[in-house]
Every structure is written in structure tokens, then in C-alpha cells.
């Protein structure tokens, strides 16, 4: 199994002059659930290069991306999307991870979008030209969650508003509690504790998926 993790470029938190990225723990617990199951990781990015991990963290081995516009949908089995507050400003607005999305949604691709990262999904359409996540289950980084943080008058928007306005059936839990929704090829987790979880549904999805062409061909 392949799978490519995206995530955002971006480092400031609008505009007061903190800085922002991902969130380590929503890049971290996915990333050694995939790696401890074996699984071939590419991290990639908009800009390419080392991300902006939220300077109270460091982690060596997560310090290399590659460019966004170079990643193939046809390359991976799935793709996840770490989250932080980050992809608000790049990656709902990204034209290539857009692109990206959709191309694994059309090829029948399970996908999964952790936290402030379901706020990638704004854009996003399936082939027939509707919004992915109309009339989807879908979970992310509540209003109650982003009050807790204090930022719901910085970030751009909030998820759990956005998720409604597009049509979305939004489900959640208390604040911080872990939380993962399923519906049909789009997997979402509602915060940074609900990444490892999403990680290992993700990874059983993918490998349902695959297994009737194993045992197609077996016969």
C-alpha cells in the first residue's frame, strides 16, 4: 500500500503575527500507524520542501515535502490530510490539491481529511460536478472546538459552518473527544486526537477495497 499525506505550506496565523502549520500529532499518529503497518509513505506540500511544523514541535523525520502540482492520484492507493490550521489559508484554496482530491474520488479512491483539513473539501467535486460533501456525513474541527483555541475570529472560516453551508450533514462529538465519520469513499475526523483513528480506517477501507481484485485474479 501507497499513500500520499498532503499537507499545508502556509505558517501564519492570519494576521497576528504567530505562526501557524500543522499540528504534529495529526501528522505524526497517522504517519507511524501507515509506517508500522508497513505502508509506503510520500509527504507532499504546495510549496515542496520542509513544512511549517508548529514551533512547539520537531520531528527530523518529518521534515521533507515534495511539490504538491508533482504528485499523481494514479501513484497512490489513498491519499490523508493532516491537519493544523494551515490548510485553511492554502490548501481550501490550492488548485492542484483540488485537482488532487477529485482525481482520487473519480478513480474510486477511499480518501481521509483529519481536523481543519475537511475545510480542504469547500471546493471539491465529485465527476458529476456536485459538491463532495453535499449530502455527506462529514466531521472536522467544530465551532465549539475552535472557541476553545481562540481563533474562531482569525481563521478565514470555520469548518463546521462551512461543512453546513455546502450541505454537509455535520456530526460531532464533545470538544476533543476522538471522532470518525465514513461515508461512502470520503473518510473525516473530527480533531488532532481523531488522526491516529482515521489513519487505521482508512487503512482497513483501502485494503476492502483491493482485496476482490486479489481474489479475482487468484481464480
Known amino acids: 500500500m501507497k499513500v500520499l499525506m498532503v499537507i499545508t505550506s502556509h505558517d501564519q ?3 497576528t503575527g504567530r505562526k501557524t502549520g500543522f499540528w504534529l ?15 509506503e509513505v510520500i509527504l507532499a506540500s504546495p510549496k515542496g520542501g520542509r513544512p511549517p511544523l508548529d514551533p512547539k514541535s520537531n520531528e ?3 521534515d521533507k515535502t515534495v511539490r504538491l502540482d508533482t504528485v499523481r492520484q494514479e501513484d ?10 494551515g490548510p485553511m489559508w492554502d490548501l481550501a484554496e490550492d488548485k492542484d490539491s483540488i485537482k488532487l482530491i477529485e482525481s482520487f474520488i473519480a478513480a ?9 483539513s475537511t475545510g480542504a473539501l469547500r471546493h471539491v467535486k465529485t465527476p458529476d460536478g456536485k459538491l463532495l460533501v453535499q449530502d455527506k456525513e462529514v466531521t472536522g474541527f ?3 472546538e475552535e472557541e476553545g483555541v481562540g481563533l474562531t475570529k482569525i481563521v478565514p472560516f470555520l469548518v463546521e459552518d462551512e461543512m453546513l453551508k455546502l450541505g454537509a450533514i455535520f456530526s460531532k462529538k464533545v470538544n476533543w473527544a476522538p471522532h470518525v465519520v465514513s461515508d461512502g469513499l470520503l473518510i473525516t475526523g473530527q480533531n488532532p486526537h481523531s488522526s491516529g483513528p482515521a489513519a487505521n480506517t482508512l487503512m482497513a477501507a483501502v485494503k476492502q477495497r483491493t482485496k476482490p481484485a486479489v481474489t479475482a485474479r487468484a481464480s
Not at 33 to 39: L, N, Q, Y
Not at 108 to 116: D, F, L, M, P, R
Open 13 to 15: 496565523l492570519g494576521n
Open 25 to 39: 500529532e495529526e501528522l505524526a499518529a497517522p504517519y507511524y500507524a501507515f509506517k508500522d503497518a508497513g505502508v
Open 60 to 62: 527530523p523525520d518529518l
Open 76 to 85: 497512490f492507493d489513498t491519499v490523508f490530510y493532516p491537519g493544523g490550521h
Open 108 to 116: 474510486g479512491k477511499t480518501i481521509a481529511v483529519v481536523c481543519h
Open 142 to 144: 467544530t465551532n465549539g
